[in-house]
C-alpha cells in the first residue's frame, strides 16, 4: 500500500516503538548521570566511563567474550555452511533424519538444559573448563542457527551456474569457492553475524560452561546486576548498545549495497 | 573421490554434532537416573568399563527413576512447572496483544517507509538480551521511572511494588520477546491481498467486521508461528525471573539452576532437565506442523 498511515497504524506504531526504545534510551540517558543514584538525575558527567576503562576485571572480561565470541562464530561459520550445503545438496543418506533433528533442536533447547548436558559432558571427559570450553559449546549451538540461515539461500540458488562451473572444467571444489560461496557469501556473512552476536549475549551457556579462570561480560553483568542497577553497568550497556547499532546499520547498509551491485551486473551479463 | 569427498562432508559436522549434542544430552539422562553422592563426581554410581560386562551390568541395576518419583512427590516442583506454564501462557498472550497492532501498522505502512521500521524492530533482538532486561530493573523499582511518573500524574498516591513480582516477569518477556512475534505476524500480512479487504467492505462489511472475517484468519498461520517462538523459550527462561521476579516467582528454569550451583544435586537438576524437555515435546512438535503447512501453502 502507498499512500499515508492512518492513525490507528501511527498511533500502534508510535506506542510499539516507544515502548521498544524507550527502555533503553533511559538506560543510555543515565549512564551520564552525575549520581550514583540510577534514577535521579544529578548533572552531566561521564564519570563512569571513566571508572568502567579503569576496572581491570570487566577489561578482561570484555576480552575474553571477544575472544570467545571471534572463535566461536568463525567455526561455527564453517561448520554450518557445511552443515547446509549437507542438508540442501547431499539428497539421502544414512541418518538424515537424526542429522537434520540435531540441527533444528538446538535452536529450541532451552539453554539451561544445553548448559547443563554440555558441562556434564566436559566433567565426564575430564576437559579443564575455560575459554576452550566455551568455544566448542557456543560453536555447537550457533552452527545450527549459521546452518538454517545459509540453507535458505542455498535452497534459492540456481545450480545451472555450478554446473556450468563443473562442465568448463573446474573441479568440485573450485566451483564451490569460485561459483557458489560468493553467491551465498551475504547469508554465510550474516550467519557470522548473527553467531558471533549469539556468542556476545549469552549468559546461561557461558555460565554452564566456564571456569574458574574465565568469566565473560555477560556473568560479569549478570552477578554485578543481580545486587541491583549500577552507574558503571549502564555505561557498559551503552557502549554495547551503540557498537550494535554501528554494526547493524552499516551491515544492512553492505547489503543493500551488495544486492544492488549484484542486481546491476545481473542485468549487465544479460544485455 | 566423489564418494570420499561426500562422506568427509558429511560426517565433519555430523559427528561435531553427535559429539556435543546427543552424548552430553544421553549423559544427562543417564545422571537424571543416578543418586546423589558425597564424592567427586557428586553421583553414583559411575560407570568403569575395566570391570568388563559383569560390572556395565551391576551399574545397569543401580540407576533407578527415584529423582522422578522424588519431583512427582514434592510439590515445590510440580507447583513450578506449573507456574512456568501459567507465566510463559499468559505472557505469549499479552506478546499477541502488543505484537499484533505493530505487525499490522508495519504491513499497512507506506512501502518506501518498511525497510526502515523492519531495522527498528530488529535492531533490539541484536541487543543483548541481558541489557534489554537490566533496563527494566531501573524502571520498575520502588523509586524508579514508573513510579515517578506515576506519583507525578497523581495516579498513586503511593509506589508501587513492581519489581520483583510476577508482573515484572511479564514485562519483561513481552518485551524481549516482542519482535519474534511482531516478525512472523508481519511476514503473513505484508503477504496479505488487500483487494480481497476491499471485495469485503464492497460487499457491506464493515472495516471491523472486513478484520474479523479476512484479516484475523488469514494472518493465523503467522499468529501461531509467533506465538510458539514466544511460548517454547519462556517455558524456560532464566533470566527474566531471575533479575526481574521476586523468592515467590518460580520457574523450571530457575529451579533447574539452583538445583545444580546452590545444592549442587546434579542427579536432582539432570531429572527436572528431562521433564522440562518432555514439556517442550508437544509444543515443538506443533509447531513443527504448523511451519510444515505453511510451506506447503507456500508452495
Same mark, same amino acid.
Given at each position: 500500500?502507498? *499512500? =499515508?498511515?492512518?492513525?490507528?497504524?501511527?498511533?500502534? #506504531?508510535?506506542? &510499539?516503538?516507544?515502548? #521498544?526504545?524507550?527502555?533503553?534510551?533511559?538506560?543510555?540517558?543515565?549512564?551520564?548521570?552525575?549520581? =550514583?543514584?540510577?534514577?535521579?538525575?544529578?548533572?552531566?558527567?561521564?564519570?563512569?566511563? &571513566?571508572?568502567?576503562?579503569?576496572?581491570?576485571?570487566?577489561? +578482561?572480561?570484555?576480552?575474553?567474550?571477544?575472544?570467545?565470541?571471534?572463535?566461536?562464530?568463525?567455526?561455527?561459520?564453517?561448520? &554450518?555452511?557445511?552443515?547446509?550445503?549437507?542438508?540442501?545438496?547431499? &539428497?539421502?543418506?544414512?541418518?538424515?533424519?537424526?542429522?537434520?533433528?540435531?540441527?533444528? /533442536?538446538?535452536?529450541?533447547?532451552?539453554?539451561?538444559?544445553?548448559?547443563?548436558?554440555? #558441562? #556434564?559432558?566436559?566433567?565426564?571427559?575430564?576437559?579443564?573448563?575455560?575459554?576452550?570450553?566455551?568455544?566448542?559449546?557456543?560453536?555447537?549451538?550457533?552452527?545450527?542457527?549459521?546452518?538454517?540461515?545459509?540453507?535458505?539461500?542455498?535452497?534459492?540458488?540456481?545450480?545451472?551456474?555450478?554446473?556450468?562451473?563443473? +562442465?568448463?572444467?573446474?573441479?568440485?571444489? +573450485?566451483?564451490?569457492?569460485?561459483?557458489?560461496?560468493?553467491?551465498?557469501?551475504?547469508?554465510?556473512?550474516? *550467519?557470522?553475524?548473527? /553467531?558471533?552476536?549469539?556468542?556476545? +549475549?549469552?549468559?546461561?551457556?557461558?555460565?554452564?560452561?566456564?571456569?574458574?579462570?574465565?568469566?565473560?561480560?555477560?556473568?560479569?553483568?549478570?552477578?554485578?546486576?543481580?545486587? *541491583?542497577?549500577?552507574?558503571?553497568?549502564?555505561?557498559?550497556?551503552?557502549?554495547?548498545?551503540?557498537?550494535?547499532?554501528?554494526?547493524?546499520?552499516?551491515?544492512?547498509?553492505?547489503? =543493500?549495497?551488495?544486492?544492488?551491485? =549484484?542486481?546491476?551486473?545481473?542485468?549487465?551479463?544479460?544485455? | 573421490?566423489?564418494?570420499?569427498?561426500?562422506?568427509?562432508?558429511?560426517?565433519?559436522?555430523?559427528?561435531?554434532?553427535?559429539?556435543?549434542?546427543?552424548?552430553?544430552?544421553?549423559?544427562?539422562?543417564?545422571?537424571?537416573?543416578?543418586?546423589?553422592?558425597?564424592?567427586?563426581?557428586?553421583?553414583?554410581?559411575?560407570?568403569?568399563?575395566?570391570?568388563?560386562?559383569?560390572?556395565?551390568?551391576?551399574?545397569?541395576?543401580?540407576?533407578?527413576?527415584?529423582?522422578?518419583?522424588?519431583?512427582?512427590?514434592?510439590?515445590?516442583?510440580?507447583?513450578?512447572?506449573?507456574?512456568?506454564?501459567?507465566?510463559?501462557?499468559?505472557?505469549?498472550?499479552?506478546?499477541?496483544?502488543?505484537?499484533?497492532?505493530?505487525?499490522?501498522?508495519?504491513?499497512?505502512?507506506?512501502?518506501?517507509?518498511?525497510?526502515?521500521?523492519?531495522?527498528?524492530?530488529?535492531?533490539?533482538?541484536?541487543?543483548?538480551?541481558?541489557?534489554?532486561?537490566? %533496563?527494566?530493573?531501573?524502571?520498575?523499582?520502588?523509586?524508579?521511572?514508573?513510579?515517578?511518573?506515576?506519583?507525578?500524574?497523581?495516579?498513586?498516591?503511593?509506589?508501587?511494588?513492581?519489581?520483583?513480582?510476577?508482573?515484572?516477569?511479564?514485562?519483561?518477556?513481552?518485551?524481549?520477546?516482542?519482535?519474534?512475534?511482531?516478525?512472523?505476524?508481519?511476514?503473513?500480512?505484508?503477504?496479505?491481498?488487500?483487494?480481497?479487504?476491499?471485495?469485503?467492505?464492497?460487499?457491506?462489511?464493515?472495516?471491523?467486521?472486513?478484520?474479523?472475517?479476512?484479516?484475523?484468519?488469514?494472518?493465523?498461520?503467522?499468529?501461531? %508461528?509467533?506465538?510458539?517462538?514466544?511460548?517454547?523459550?519462556?517455558?524456560?527462561?532464566?533470566?527474566?525471573?531471575?533479575?526481574?521476579?521476586?523468592?515467590?516467582?518460580?520457574?523450571?528454569?530457575?529451579?533447574?539452576?539452583?538445583?545444580?550451583?546452590?545444592?549442587?544435586?546434579?542427579?536432582?537438576?539432570?531429572?527436572?532437565?528431562?521433564?522440562?524437555?518432555?514439556?517442550?515435546?508437544?509444543?515443538?512438535?506443533?509447531?513443527?506442523?504448523?511451519?510444515?503447512?505453511?510451506?506447503?501453502?507456500?508452495?
Amino acid at each position: 500500500m502507498t *499512500g =499515508r498511515f492512518s492513525w490507528f497504524n501511527a498511533t500502534s #506504531l508510535t506506542f &510499539g516503538f516507544v515502548f #521498544l526504545y524507550l527502555p533503553m534510551l533511559i538506560l543510555i540517558i543515565f549512564s551520564f548521570n552525575e549520581s =550514583r543514584l540510577v534514577t535521579v538525575w544529578a548533572g552531566f558527567s561521564t564519570k563512569w566511563y &571513566g571508572e568502567l576503562f579503569q576496572n581491570e576485571a570487566f577489561l +578482561d572480561a570484555a576480552w575474553v567474550t571477544l575472544k570467545v565470541a571471534f572463535w566461536s562464530s568463525t567455526f561455527a561459520t564453517v561448520l &554450518g555452511t557445511i552443515a547446509a550445503y549437507v542438508m540442501v545438496r547431499s &539428497g539421502r543418506f544414512l541418518g538424515r533424519t537424526l542429522f537434520s533433528g540435531m540441527i533444528y /533442536a538446538p535452536l529450541v533447547m532451552p539453554e539451561v538444559i544445553t548448559g547443563l548436558s554440555l #558441562l #556434564l559432558f566436559f566433567i565426564a571427559i575430564g576437559m579443564d573448563r575455560g575459554a576452550t570450553t566455551i568455544i566448542l559449546a557456543h560453536t555447537t549451538f550457533s552452527m545450527c542457527y549459521v546452518s538454517v540461515v545459509v540453507s535458505s539461500r542455498l535452497a534459492s540458488f540456481d545450480r545451472s551456474l555450478e554446473e556450468a562451473a563443473l +562442465d568448463l572444467g573446474c573441479t568440485p571444489f +573450485d566451483a564451490f569457492f569460485s561459483v557458489t560461496l560468493p553467491i551465498i557469501a551475504p547469508a554465510v556473512i550474516s *550467519g557470522w553475524l548473527l /553467531a558471533f552476536t549469539l556468542s556476545l +549475549d549469552d549468559l546461561v551457556i557461558a555460565s554452564f560452561t566456564t571456569g574458574p579462570s574465565s568469566t565473560t561480560l555477560p556473568i560479569k553483568i549478570f552477578s554485578a546486576v543481580r545486587l *541491583g542497577v549500577s552507574p558503571e553497568i549502564n555505561a557498559l550497556s551503552t557502549i554495547m548498545i551503540g557498537l550494535v547499532t554501528i554494526g547493524v546499520i552499516s551491515a544492512s547498509l553492505a547489503s =543493500r549495497g551488495l544486492i544492488a551491485r =549484484r542486481e546491476k551486473e545481473e542485468r549487465l551479463a544479460q544485455k | 573421490m566423489t564418494k570420499l569427498r561426500r562422506f568427509i562432508l558429511i560426517f565433519v559436522p555430523y559427528s561435531w554434532l553427535v559429539i556435543l549434542f546427543l552424548v552430553p544430552f544421553g549423559i544427562v539422562l543417564k545422571i537424571s537416573l543416578s543418586d546423589i553422592a558425597i564424592a567427586r563426581p557428586p553421583y553414583t554410581p559411575i560407570l568403569d568399563l575395566s570391570t568388563g560386562w559383569a560390572g556395565f551390568k551391576e551399574y545397569l541395576s543401580q540407576l533407578d527413576f527415584e529423582n522422578f518419583v522424588f519431583l512427582a512427590e514434592d510439590r515445590l516442583y510440580f507447583l513450578a512447572y506449573l507456574s512456568s506454564l501459567k507465566i510463559a501462557l499468559i505472557s505469549t498472550v499479552l506478546t499477541l496483544i502488543v505484537g499484533y497492532p505493530i505487525a499490522y501498522g508495519m504491513a499497512k505502512a507506506p512501502n518506501h517507509w518498511r525497510p526502515t521500521l523492519m531495522m527498528l524492530v530488529i535492531l533490539p533482538f541484536w541487543t543483548s538480551f541481558l541489557i534489554r532486561v537490566y %533496563a527494566w530493573m531501573g524502571i520498575l523499582s520502588q523509586e524508579g521511572f514508573l513510579n515517578q511518573f506515576l506519583l507525578w500524574t497523581g495516579l498513586t498516591s503511593a509506589p508501587l511494588t513492581i519489581l520483583n513480582t510476577d508482573i515484572a516477569v511479564y514485562i519483561g518477556i513481552v518485551y524481549t520477546y516482542l519482535p519474534f512475534m511482531i516478525l512472523p505476524i508481519y511476514a503473513t500480512l505484508e503477504k496479505l491481498d488487500d483487494s480481497l479487504i476491499e471485495a469485503a467492505e464492497d460487499l457491506g462489511c464493515s472495516r471491523l467486521s472486513a478484520f474479523w472475517l479476512v484479516t484475523a484468519p488469514l494472518s493465523k498461520p503467522g499468529v501461531i %508461528a509467533g506465538c510458539f517462538l514466544v511460548f517454547i523459550p519462556a517455558l524456560g527462561e532464566f533470566v527474566i525471573p531471575s533479575l526481574l521476579g521476586g523468592s515467590d516467582t518460580i520457574m523450571i528454569g530457575k529451579v533447574l539452576w539452583d538445583e545444580f550451583f546452590s545444592n549442587r544435586d546434579w542427579p536432582v537438576a539432570s531429572a527436572v532437565a528431562i521433564i522440562l524437555l518432555l514439556l517442550l515435546v508437544i509444543p515443538i512438535i506443533l509447531f513443527q506442523r504448523n511451519e510444515q503447512k505453511n510451506r506447503e501453502a507456500n508452495q
